[in-house]
């Protein structure tokens, strides 16, 4: 038992102090200071939890006679040498948890029997109230403790954030977006993005082994070694073996990190890449998704190690997803493991940019369960190339989807996503992309309801391409050969509201006002609608990228 006792009580808690009355059924008092109690009034104790003091407590009942105590016992010697002459166990559940210790009386005769019946009524009441006394100070000094843990979370977290990209790079003919989401407030993964003298970028995806503070720390450090060294090295395997060489000798023990860099040129679409055992990048190309695999230890790990260093090209369309272990690593209610070839199918199915993220983060939130807790931090980086290609002097289109749809009413708010999905990468406003996809969901529409006659099994197909310049959809029905089919009217809103005419031709009416361009054309039984919008500029185009967001 550790509680230190002031002058009647051996308690942690505010010491509940008590005298002996001086006039007490009318006998004598002395109040000369050599009358005084012997116990002096800042007398602290510090019982050992095995001293045997205490098992003799917790078994006699009411006060005890210090002197007639025979008991090999530090505390008892200790209350002997300052006087003491009784002690009143202050006994709650079972358990001693103070003291109530009393010196010669004033009056210098022993202590009566009513007065140790007064005193162990004193004890019964005053044992309880030092316990609640105890348990507040505890949780004091528990809120105290968590308020300055809280605290050191957060400035950990306010340091960490520092080190993130304030905004991403703006390159021309490129989409770049990233994600960040720690396991708890701090983390060990990290992202950057560092303009070369030359114009091109080296960007790092990181994670350090463990979570919270230290991750974190190690995460600040490393982060500032690959920043110091990227201008100057320029290549990813020298950086990387830099960085590596130096942390080694001060990274704390068992810990690593994972790290892949790589250097883009905007122009050309040429990626320089290096990896120190993180997790292999995806690139979604026309033909289907490829890793970029290059191989290396992590960082800290060992000394003096080399980096394979290798070269790929992102041609217009392709995409490119830098990610790290926390959302493959991610397991379901039933242990199952999200996996990597989970995550490339998604990387496969979506062109890239924010719509990947999201897709990737609702498959995640999904995977894991509803409310269930994030295992590990989770990283995810884009990077896009939009079309731009050119062929012969002209701006040559490039197919960005195809695809076919049953003729069943509703599925024009299939198309219309999937038309969404397909031009994110595009530079186009928020209020464009939103007129289109009106567009689309019109004559979507027209073409299963009219066209193909709500036929399931005749498909509406839908062509998606685009230039620097445009983007054109194609929707294609079986309708063509409805050519003995009245032309109708143009609108006319008087003649409408007067009944006058019916609703056809306002479809049309509603597309040719929402894009740039409309063209029909029928061939045999084919009938297309080809719709076609105007990319904004640079200025709309930012301004859709912060709608988005």
Not at 100 to 113: I, K
Request: with cysteine; net charge negative; charged share 20%.
């Amino acid at each position: 038992m550790t509680d230190r006792t002031p002058e009647t009580s051996a308690s942690a808690a505010s010491p509940a102090r008590w005298r002996p009355s001086r006039r007490r059924r009318g006998a004598a008092v002395d109040p000369s200071p050599a009358a005084a109690p012997a116990v002096r009034p800042d007398f602290d104790l510090d019982i050992a939890p095995n001293d045997p003091l205490i098992g003799y407590c917790e078994q006699v009942a009411g006060a005890i006679d210090v002197d007639g105590l025979e008991l090999d016992s530090a505390a008892v010697r200790a209350l002997r040498a300052r006087g003491t002459k009784l002690v009143v166990p202050l006994i709650t559940q079972g358990e001693l948890i103070g003291l109530l210790a009393l010196g010669q009386r004033l009056s210098e005769r022993d202590y009566s029997v009513d007065d140790r019946q007064l005193l162990d009524t004193l004890a019964g009441h005053a044992a309880p109230a030092l316990r609640v006394g105890q348990l507040v100070r505890q949780q004091e000094a528990a809120l105290v403790s968590r308020e300055r843990l809280e605290q050191e979370l957060r400035v950990a977290q306010l340091i960490q954030q520092q080190f993130l990209p304030k905004t991403l790079p703006d390159l021309p003919s490129w989409h770049i977006a990233a994600f960040y989401r720690p396991a708890r407030t701090v983390g060990g993964d990290f992202y950057d993005f560092i303009t070369l003298p030359d114009g091109r970028v080296f960007i790092v995806v990181g994670d350090v082994t463990d979570k919270g503070v230290p991750a974190a720390l190690v995460m600040a450090s490393t982060h500032s070694l690959l920043r110091s060294c990227a201008a100057q090295l320029v290549s990813p395997s020298a950086v990387l073996q830099h960085v590596n060489d130096l942390l080694y000798d001060e990274i704390p023990a068992h810990m690593f990190v994972t790290c892949l860099a790589l250097v883009l040129d905007p122009a050309t679409g040429v990626v320089t890449y290096a990896n120190a055992g993180h997790d292999l990048p995806y690139v979604r190309t026309d033909t289907g998704v490829i890793e970029l695999r290059a191989t290396g230890m992590p960082l800290g790990l060992m000394p003096a190690m080399t980096y394979e260093e290798k070269v790929a090209v992102l041609q217009p369309g392709d995409s490119m997803l830098l990610h790290s272990d926390g959302l493959a690593e991610a397991h379901a209610p039933d242990r199952e493991m999200f996996g990597f070839p989970r995550l490339m199918k998604l990387v496969e199915a979506s062109p890239g940019g924010e719509a990947l993220i999201d897709v990737v983060l609702a498959e995640h939130s999904r995977f894991i369960g509803a409310g269930a807790e994030q295992e590990d931090d989770i990283t995810l980086v884009t990077l896009q190339r939009n079309i731009s290609a050119e062929y012969g002097g002209e701006a040559a289109e490039t197919v960005l989807e195809d695809f076919e749809l049953p003729s069943q009413p509703g599925n024009e708010r299939e198309a219309m996503e999937r038309i969404a999905i397909a031009v994110r990468g595009l530079a186009l406003s928020a209020r464009t992309l939103d007129r289109l996809k009106t567009a689309v969901a019109e004559t979507t529409m027209n073409a299963i309801e009219h066209g193909n006659r709500n036929s399931p099994d005749v498909p509406v197909h839908i062509t998606v391409v685009g230039t620097p310049e445009f983007v054109a959809v194609t929707i294609t029905d079986e309708g063509g050969l409805a050519a003995d089919a009245p032309s109708p009217a143009a609108p006319d809103l008087d003649a409408k509201l007067a009944g006058l005419q019916t609703p056809r031709g306002w479809g049309l009416f509603l597309i040719k006002n929402m894009v740039d361009d409309v063209t029909v054309d029928t061939q045999g039984s084919r009938h297309s609608v080809r719709l076609t919008v105007r990319l904004d500029d640079a200025a709309s185009s930012e301004a859709s990228n912060a709608e988005q967001l």
